[in-house]
């Protein structure tokens, strides 16, 4: 069944390029994101996860353990490292898991057979601390993810998590953020220091508060 936001993400003990992994036992109290991708020694994929182990550092900053999956085996993998890090300037840090089986892909509804036979699509899922899923991606193997829009949607969620605000479309970090509805006025004036204004009744923008 598909995995849907609020939920737990599922357990699974898996192989991979860093050992054998309990889901739940790595992430401890990190937040994470599972990745999965469609196959071993192809070309979006080689990019996409260059991309991510350069981004690596970022997602650390933020608290953040990654993990990318495929139905390939841990040799495929490691030899794939390789050519991943030599073709995208890249030093990889992070466990690729090894699904052959498609345990995992199944448990997460990786494999959506009318878009990819046998193969896991290119899933995201973002996991906070207390193991619920609060974001769900799906792209097709012909696009590469946006690794930069997945850090953008987990400082929000980091943020919304600690202040009452939601933030409107394209935010980036450090930019204005919405006052959420269920906060009256008078409300407003106590939690925002800085401020609030308002643009209509339920359209009320406030600086960044952590900033
Ligand atoms: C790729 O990563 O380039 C790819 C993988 C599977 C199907 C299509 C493209």
Known sequence: MA???GDEAPNFTTESTAGTINFHEWLGDSWGVLFSHPADFTPVCTTELGAAANINDEFKKRGVKIMALS???VEDHKGWIADINETQNASLDFPIAADPERKVAEL???IHPNALNNLTVRSVFVIAPDKTV???LT???STGRNFDEILRVI??????ANHSVATPANWQDGDDCIVVPAVSDEDAKEKFPKGFTTIKPYLRVTPQPNK
């Open 71 to 73: 139905v390939d085996s």
């Open 3 to 5: 995995i849907r936001l």
């Open 155 to 160: 400082d929000s969620l980091q943020l919304t």
């Open 108 to 110: 997460y509804d990786m």
């Open 139 to 141: 792209y097709p193997a």
């Open 134 to 136: 609060k974001l769900t």
